[in-house]
């Protein structure tokens, strides 16, 4: 079974904010949010442990507690396993540590082998308050996080995570599976294995209109030959595109800063916006399932429902393209 036969629709939730990603949400906000998304018709939502050790998973069980459970899709990852002992270190895992400061405080330990997976499909059924989630990525096992480790990590996963997500989806515990990370390079290599494997996988912030080249040539193609399928993470690359301060999770540097600027005159020569040029540029691609924005406020969600609606014209991708915005080889929509 594909990812685009699972999931239910182009744009999903993404719940990495529920986990009080950079500030303190409060609780009737966060959840709020949720509601914004389902009555705007989103069905498919995406969490993850690490998100505030176990909080968005928890408020997104409260949220969908009195859903209709055959009406939505679940995905979640594994990799990481929240303790109920409180961890009085700083945060720091990878670039990222300090992004989730304001989430729980429980200790969180990594790790990919056999047992550790099914435990984590286990601790996520009872923080969602479901009996079952569609889909499970293998969490942040690239550079970003375990940078010269990373190769031995993934060597851990091969034997134990990917084995154990196999069997879940053999046995009907789980419809697919594939790799949830930042960078390219863990998904060609998995790609390049003859088994186990993968469904698709959730890139984020690797097809971007901001940053796509090394996806483009490197993973794309291989997906789009293979029959699987990429979700889009991060489509705003961590806000910049809409006026954020961040790129990357941190401060957006000059040369980036002149690359928003150009895009975001020739949208605005356009009449379009940049929550437009950002969904629908991701989704152009043939390989890519679905795109999931993150959002911790109710009235985000209208935004990116209506930009994915929103008509652009042409000649703002003819345009892009003879500015040299995009790459060459990007397929544009339309």
Wanted: hydrophobic share 45%.
């Amino acid at each position: 079974m594909t990812l685009k036969n699972i999931l239910p629709g182009k744009l999903g939730f993404g719940a990495a904010p529920l986990g009080n990603m950079f500030r303190d949400i409060p609780e009737t906000e966060a959840l709020a949010t949720v509601q914004a998304a389902w009555n705007d018709g989103i069905r498919y939502y995406d969490n993850a442990p690490f998100y505030g050790a176990g909080l968005a998973e928890i408020r997104m069980g409260e949220a969908l507690k009195d859903k209709p459970r055959d009406q939505y899709v679940i995905s979640t990852k594994v990799g990481r396993i929240i303790l109920d002992e409180v961890d009085d270190a700083a945060r720091d895992n990878g670039d990222k540590g300090e992004i989730f400061k304001y989430g729980r405080p429980n200790k969180i330990v990594n790790d990919y082998s056999y047992d550790a997976t099914l435990r984590s499909i286990e601790d996520s059924l009872k923080r969602l308050k479901t009996d079952r989630i569609e889909i499970a990525w293998v969490h942040d096992i690239a550079q970003d996080f375990w940078r010269d480790e990373w190769i031995g990590q993934f060597e851990i996963a091969r034997t134990g995570a990917f084995r154990a997500l196999d069997k879940l989806r053999d046995e009907g515990v789980i419809k697919a599976w594939g790799l949830g990370v930042n960078r390219v390079e863990p998904i060609e290599l998995l790609l390049d294995l003859e088994a186990p494997r993968p469904d698709g996988f959730l890139l984020a912030g690797r097809y971007t209109l901001l940053d796509h080249d090394r996806a483009l040539q490197r993973v794309m193609p291989k997906v789009a030959e293979r029959g699987l399928g990429i979700v889009v993470g991060g489509p705003y690359s961590s806000g910049a595109l809409v006026g954020g301060p961040n790129f990357e999770y941190a401060p957006i540097k000059p040369a980036m800063a002149d690359k928003i600027a150009k895009i975001k005159a020739i949208a605005g020569r356009h009449g379009v916006s940049m929550k437009a040029a950002g969904l629908q540029f991701s989704l152009a691609n043939p390989a890519v399932a679905a795109v999931i924005p993150g959002a911790s406020r109710p009235d985000r969600i209208a935004e990116d429902s209506a930009a994915l609606k929103e008509k652009v014209p042409a000649a703002f991708w003819q345009e892009l393209r003879a500015a040299k915005l995009v790459n060459a080889d990007a397929p544009l929509p339309g």
